[in-house]
């Protein structure tokens, strides 16, 4: 008959844990296996994603290159700017010099045809030698 155990107010008492069959110990020792073997596989995996990424203070260190290098290229962008605005500031003069030479050359067609129609009624003027 197993002894009662008589409880005292404010007193824990302690169950004895039963023994366990040794069957259930190598199922529970089996499952811990399986479990510490996931967890290494696990970690493993972790391992592998975490060495794909960069550090904090490596991110920093190539924010900063980038800065750096954008901030001195700013200068030579500058100069190529305005380099390309005086090739299309001389382009767009040209484009208005070339139609003033073709309104001139109009205006030298027109004068030239008014030479030659005075030259022909000057030769109408002109009494001829008999």
Do not use: C, F
């Not at 499952?31 to 073997?37: D, F, G, H, P, R």
């Not at 190539?62 to 001389?90: Q, T």
């Not at 070339?98 to 067609?109: F, G, H, P, T, V």
Request: aromatic share 0%.
């Amino acid at each position: 008959m197993p002894k009662r155990v008589l409880r005292r107010p404010g007193v824990k008492t302690r169950r004895l844990t039963k023994q366990r069959k040794p069957a259930e110990l190598k199922i529970l020792a089996e499952n811990l296996k399986t479990l510490e073997s996931k967890m290494q596989d696990n970690m493993r995996i972790l391992e592998e994603r975490l060495s794909g990424t960069i550090s904090r203070m490596e991110l920093e260190s190539r924010i900063s290159d980038l800065r750096s290098r954008i901030y001195e290229s700013i200068p030579r962008l500058e100069a190529d700017l305005r380099s390309v605005e005086a090739k299309i500031s001389r382009t767009v003069q040209k484009s208005e010099l070339e139609q003033r030479l073709e309104e001139i050359n109009k205006r030298l067609d027109l004068i030239l045809t008014e030479i030659e129609a005075l030259k022909g009624r000057v030769r109408d003027l002109e009494i001829p030698n008999i």
